[in-house]
Structure formats: structure tokens, C-alpha cells
């Protein structure tokens, strides 16, 4: 069901941040192309606030804030915001990322915990109080539509959070946002902090309270929700949770907890609740990260009932064991829709109905990949298609290309694999090796031709439907060895404030096949792509950022704001 209710005390904006801190988590960097096409998901999602990056970080997340404001910051579309520190630069940078939408919005933070302020900015409280008033006052010089955070303040002084959110009112702000950073409280002691807010700032009540909750201890929706019970009107959040550390408050719980519970919270959203499923699928399969069977909303169990009883309730009235129809969330269970004897034009239409919107070249490999899939496959559904397009959507560039695989296991057997791939000259390359498996087999073949030490550090096989003939769809995420720490999607270098080893950087693959040993070299070969192709991003992505008007040094310092001390 849609929710469209005009803005009013009833309503609660969400805020997605699954560009800016969910990408911070390791592993989930998106390519801009990816980047792209989960916003114009966000979009269709409608969600209030995306969110798009912080474009101080490097030219590559410049390019990337830019190029989101002009596709999807429209009249119509969602506010497009950027993120930038307590610094004139970071507020520019944000500022001309983010010209081209029609909906701006600039979010500044600066930390107010005793902890941030001696260990990690030197500052007494005095000057973050200065610094916040200065800031604050000139991003809204710039820009109508200004948020402000006061870092960790679950952890600040409560008298003293009053008197920072304060200042950043009488400077201009427009909507405060009070981070968790670090997960720490209770839904109890959340709400608390708002309400005390809410009564205790003089002119908050022109501003919109937002919340910011990590998942440290598991109750970063918990404590969303009693942020909103206790009068906050925005919530910021992540499609399926991902972010920093335990990660982000997830939007699919946020948004059907009010949307389930209406008569309790009294309070709706404009997010439309049937796009939820299809987003969730897009997101895990670019970061790489599988959606948990038993996550909450969009878990393959969500609506999955084993038990006896249960089934013998739900076959008599769903309701009994079924808070929410699967329907509403986009999970229907269609019967066929297309088969082998389809035509493209029968395929284009319905790929246009379900929103999907594929240029000439993606839509022919596509239904390419469909035809194959119907001969192999007795039943195609949804579910199998969107697996097809979401493989498709990966937008990893093919500097290698896998043109053959062939495979031998058995019992009393050593398995062998023999690849060929295509090089980026243009010429073929095959290799044969023995391993462990046949999938160990593969890679192993596979990496003999590419030669780019690396380590597997996460291999996941999911069955995208029922049956003995079931799609499979394999994500892998691996870990270039003597890769640089990871600030950022395009930058080369960390610097942590907090002693903590940085990560080396970790690319995820995805693989959609109806044999499973294809499905796997499909996602190891994506993955590689990506670790080979990262470098070539970042210097198209910095001299578009430049030839579109970024200037100035890539930030040095880090960019994780309400997550932890360091981008991981």
C-alpha cells in the first residue's frame, strides 16, 4: 500500500543513507553506475531524503552527489542532500555537488561528547559551540534547507547538547538530527533525549527532529521508533540495515513498523511499501552482502511458516500467525508470467510495468539470458527475473570476460576446471587447475590466468526459487592482498584518529545461473573486475568531478560521522 499523506504532524520523513553511511561499511562500495541506479530505486522507493555522499571525501564521491542531484533530484523527486564536516571547504564542496537538484539540502555535524571533543577535535566545548554557530550560519547562506548533527550525542552531556542544538537553531538550521553513533542506548534513554530537547531548546519547535541510530546493541529501530513516539518527524536509515560496525537503523522495519502498527503510532510515511522487496534485492546484490533468511520484512522466512500449527492458522486465516500480506512489501509469488515463446516485445512491456528501466545493449543481453533461462528452467517467476536483472545492473566494467567454463567432480575423482576468458585486448585466454572442489577448481584456473593475488573472504549460495532446476544466485566478497586501507570508494588512503588497524579493501561479486558452478565463477569474476577496475573508477571519476566544477584537495581526515571515529 502507498502511503501519501501530505507533510504534517502525521507524517514522518524518512531519510535514506544507504549511499552515504551504509556504503561506509566494508564491502559495500557501489560503483557510480550502481550508485545511480539505487537512487533511482530510492526514488521509485519514495523515499523524502537521499542522502547521496559526502562529496568532500574525494572527487569520486563529488561526481558521484552530482550526477544524483541531476537524474534524480527533480521537482518531483526526493531532496538530495550532502554530507560535509564543520568546515567552510566541506560546505562548498557540498554545496556544488548538489546544485544541479531542484530539492537541496546541506548536513554539517560537529561532535559534542566529551570524548569526541578531547580525543578526537582538541576543542573545548566552547569552541564547537563557536564553530557550530559559524558553520551552521554559512552553510545556510548558501542553502534554504540545512541539517545539523551533533555527533555522539548519546554521549554528551545532556545540558550541554541542549545548549549546542541551541546554537545551531539560532544559526539557521532547519532540521536537528541526534546521532547514536555508537549504538549505545536504550530506546528508554533515546526517547528521553529527544523529548528533553523538544522542551528544553528555545525555537526547536520551527525545526524537524530527526533520528540517527546504529545497531551496536541491536536496538537501532527500537530506538528510531521511540525517537518518533517522543516527537521526532524524520528517520534516518539504510535499506537492509548496512552501515558501520552491527550497522544502521534498517528502513523496511522503521517503515512497516508505522505502517503496521498505524493505530498505535498514530503517524504515516509517503514510502511505498511494495517497492521495499525489489530494493532490498538491488542493494544486496551490489554490495555483495546476502539478506539474512530470517531478517525481519524482506528475510526469505519472513512469511515462511514450517510449523504444523502454523500452517493449519494460516491456511484457515492468514492473520492468525501474519501480522502483514507479503504483498505488501513486493513480495508477490507469481505463477508464469513469460516463457520461451515471449517476444522481446512482451518482455520490453513488462520490464517497463515492473519499473525497470534497461538501455538497448542490457535489455538484449537480458533477454538473451531469459531465452537461455527458459530453456533450462521449467518455471520463470519475478523472483527469476529480477535475479536476471539485478546480475545485469552490476555495471562492472568487463576487463575480463568469462567465455567458457567446464568442470569435473566426482567421488574417487580430483576435481578439475578449465576456463577461458577474454582479456582485455580482445584475446583468449585458457587455463586449466586442479582444487579442492569445483569451485576451488575454477578459481583457481581463474587465477592463474589473471595473476592477482587476492583472498576469498566470503563465498554465499542462495536458490532464488523452489525446485531441483532453481536459479542460483552466488555472492563472494574478496580482499586484495597488500591493498591500500580503505577511506572511502575512491580514495587510497585511511588515517585513523583512533589507533585502530585500517581494513584493506574488500569487492564483492553476484551470480545469477541455473548451474551453480557458473553462478560461482560468474561472481568471482565479477568481483575481480571490480578490484581490477577500482583505479580506473577513481580517475574517471576525479576528472569528471574536476571537468564538472570540483576543485581543492581530497579530504584527509575521517569521513564516518555517526557510525564510529573512522570510515572502515
Keep these: 500500500m502507498t502511503n501519501t499523506t501530505e507533510p504534517s504532524v502525521e507524517y514522518v520523513r524518512i531519510f535514506d543513507t ?45 561526481a558521484a552527489v552530482h550526477e544524483i542531484a541531476r537524474e534524480i533530484g527533480t521537482p518531483d523527486g526526493p531532496i538530495i542532500a550532502a554530507l560535509a564536516r564543520a568546515n567552510r571547504d566541506d560546505i562548498d564542496k557540498a554545496w556544488s555537488a548538489i546544485q544541479p537538484a531542484a530539492k537541496k539540502r546541506i548536513h554539517t555535524f560537529m561532535s559534542t561528547s566529551d570524548i569526541h571533543l578531547e580525543y578526537q577535535f582538541r576543542k573545548t566545548r566552547a569552541e564547537a559551540l563557536e564553530l557550530i554557530h559559524e558553520m551552521v550560519s554559512y552553510a545556510r547562506s548558501l542553502c534554504e534547507d540545512v541539517e545539523f548533527s551533533p555527533m555522539d550525542a548519546g554521549r554528551t552531556d545532556p545540558l550541554f547538547l541542549r545548549e549546542a542544538v541551541a546554537v545551531a537553531v539560532a544559526a539557521g538550521a ?41 545497531d551496536d546493541l541491536g536496538m537501532a529501530v527500537a530506538n528510531s521508533l521511540a525517537g518518533v513516539r517522543a516527537g521526532a518527524r524524520q528517520v534516518e536509515c539504510t535499506i537492509n540495515g548496512i552501515g558501520e560496525r552491527a550497522g544502521n537503523a534498517s528502513l523496511e522495519e522503521v517503515v512497516m513498523a508505522l505502517h503496521t502498527r498505524q493505530q498505535y503510532y498514530g503517524l504515516r510515511t509517503r514510502i511505498e511499501t511494495r517497492e521495499i522487496a525489489r530494493t532490498s534485492r538491488l542493494v544486496s546484490s551490489f554490495i555483495g552482502i546476502p539478506v539474512p533468511p530470517n531478517k525481519a520484512i524482506v528475510g526469505a522466512n519472513a512469511f515462511a511458516h514450517e510449523s504444523g500449527i502454523h500452517q493449519d492458522g494460516v491456511l484457515k486465516y492468514r492473520q492468525t500467525y501474519e501480522i502483514m500480506s507479503a504483498e505488501t512489501v513486493g513480495l508477490e509469488s507469481n505463477t508464469l508470467v513469460l516463457g520461451k515463446h515471449s517476444g522481446r516485445h512482451a518482455f520490453r512491456k513488462y520490464l517497463e510495468e515492473k519499473g525497470y528501466k534497461l538501455n538497448e545493449e542490457e535489455f538484449q543481453h537480458v533477454f538473451a539470458r531469459f531465452k537461455d533461462l527458459c530453456d533450462r528452467k521449467k518455471r520463470v517467476d519475478d523472483r527469476d527475473i529480477e535475479a536476471l536483472i539485478a546480475g545485469e545492473m552490476q555495471h562492472t566494467p568487463e576487463l575480463y570476460k568469462l567465455d567458457h567454463v567446464q568442470y569435473a567432480s566426482g567421488v574417487g575423482m580430483i576435481p578439475t576446471a578449465t576456463v577461458r576468458l577474454i582479456g582485455p585486448d580482445g584475446q583468449a585466454k585458457v587455463d586449466s587447475a586442479q582444487g579442492t572442489g569445483p569451485v576451488d577448481a575454477v578459481y583457481q584456473a581463474i587465477n592463474r590466468i589473471i595473476q592477482r593475488p587476492n583472498e576469498l573472504i566470503e563465498f554465499s549460495i542462495n536458490a532464488i526459487t ?50 551453480t558452478i557458473v553462478a560461482a565463477a560468474q561472481a568471482y569474476m565479477a568481483a575481480l573486475n571490480k578490484m581490477l577496475a577500482a583505479r580506473q573508477e577513481r580517475i574517471k571519476a576525479e576528472a569528471m568531478a574536476y571537468s564538472a566544477g570540483y576543485s581543492g584537495e581530497t579530504s584527509s581526515l575521517p569521513v564516518d560521522i555517526f557510525g564510529g571515529s573512522t570510515l572502515g
Design 174 to 214: 532547519t532540521t536537528l538530527n541526534i546521532p547514536d553513533t555508537v549504538g549505545y542506548l536504550t530506546p528508554d534513554e533515546y526517547g528521553a533525549m529527544i523529548r528533553d530537547l523538544r522542551e528544553n531548546v528555545p525555537g526547536i519547535e520551527r525545526c524537524i527532529l530527526s533520528t540517527h541510530c546504529h
Design 466 to 515: 523452489e525446485g531441483l532446476d532453481a536459479v542460483a544466485e552466488v555472492t563472494v566478497r574478496i580482499r586484495e592482498q597488500g591493498s591500500p586501507a580503505r577511506l572511502n570508494e575512491s580514495s587510497s588512503t585511511a588515517i585513523s584518529l583512533t589507533g585502530r588497524r585500517p581494513t584493506q579493501q574488500i569487492f564483492s561479486g553476484y551470480g545469477v545461473h541455473t548451474d
Design 18 to 62: 544507504t549511499l552515504r553511511d551504509g556504503e561506509q561499511a566494508p564491502g559495500c562500495t557501489m560503483t557510480l553506475e550502481e550508485k545511480l541506479e539505487v537512487a533511482r530505486q530510492l526514488a521509485r522507493l519514495r523515499v523524502d531524503i537521499i542522502e547521496a555522499g559526502f562529496p568532500a571525501a574525494s572527487p569520486g564521491d563529488w
